[in-house]
């Protein structure tokens, strides 16, 4: 088992930054993927970036290359999601979490963090 704390979220006005970080315990080594995802009230779930684990090679959806970073800390057990350039349309619920499964392949995380909410206001 696999447990995935997310916290930072909050609300800032467009062009703001803020850093959600997520921090994992229990069998990770297992893990070979981690990832944030978003979902907006009536849209369907988004995976924004992904990071392999062991090779720190990192993986963006369109939507946000080039405003958003994902990385590991030095421990490897926290995952960070800085975000810049902030836009309404960012607004969601953002999400951490692991996969031991294909990284690239949204269904196959089964580990989740329970949720932190990023509000970009105009």
């Known amino acids: 088992q696999v447990q995935l704390v997310d916290t930072g979220g909050g609300s800032v006005q467009a062009g703001g930054s803020l850093r959600l970080s997520c921090a994992s315990s229990?069998?990770?080594?297992?893990?070979?993927?981690m990832a944030w995802f978003r979902q907006a009230p009536g849209k369907e779930r988004e995976r924004v970036a992904h990071?392999?684990?062991?090779?720190?090679?990192?993986f963006y959806a369109d939507s946000v290359k080039g405003r958003f970073t994902i990385s590991q800390g030095n421990a490897k057990n926290m995952l960070y999601l800085q975000m810049h350039s902030l836009k309404p349309e960012d607004t969601a619920m953002y999400y951490c979490?692991?996969?031991?499964?294909?990284?690239?392949?949204?269904?196959?995380?089964?580990?989740w963090g329970q949720g932190t909410q990023v509000t970009v206001s105009s």
């Open positions: 979490a692991a996969t031991s499964g294909t990284c690239g392949v949204s269904s196959s995380y089964g580990y």
């Open positions: 229990g069998n990770t080594d297992s893990m070979y993927c």
């Open positions: 990071i392999w684990i062991r090779s720190g090679a990192t």
